[in-house]
């Protein structure tokens, strides 16, 4: 899949995590939009590597719902860094 669409997922991806965890992030805005294609990405590597769930090649739903699951992952992750 190409940058772009990589960016254009992660943003839904990283909006649909922020209303999936509502809450205070530290970073506001910009952050949340990192971790969403990061968290992307993330799910993306995971999604088609370890788990077998096919080729990750544009946007669609599951490849929403496989980029939402890995920044759901990274912002977990975030805020547990954040609070120490």
Same mark, same amino acid.
């Given at each position: 899949m190409g940058?772009?669409?990589?960016?254009?997922?992660?943003?839904?991806a990283?909006?649909?995590?922020?209303?999936?965890?509502? &809450?205070r992030?530290p %970073?506001?805005i /910009?952050? #949340? @939009?990192i971790i969403?294609?990061? $968290?992307?990405? !993330?799910?993306?590597?995971?999604?088609?590597?370890?788990?077998?769930? &096919?080729?990750?090649? %544009?946007?669609? /739903?599951? #490849? @929403?719902?496989?980029?939402t699951? $890995?920044?759901? !992952?990274?912002?977990i992750?975030?805020?547990?860094?954040?609070?120490?």
């Amino acid at each position: 899949m190409g940058f772009i669409a990589w960016i254009i997922v992660g943003l839904i991806a990283g909006a649909l995590a922020k209303l999936i965890m509502p &809450g205070r992030d530290p %970073g506001g805005i /910009f952050v #949340t @939009i990192i971790i969403g294609i990061l $968290g992307g990405m !993330l799910g993306g590597f995971l999604g088609t590597r370890f788990l077998g769930w &096919g080729d990750v090649s %544009g946007i669609d /739903f599951r #490849t @929403i719902g496989i980029s939402t699951v $890995g920044a759901i !992952l990274l912002l977990i992750i975030y805020r547990m860094v954040k609070k120490r």
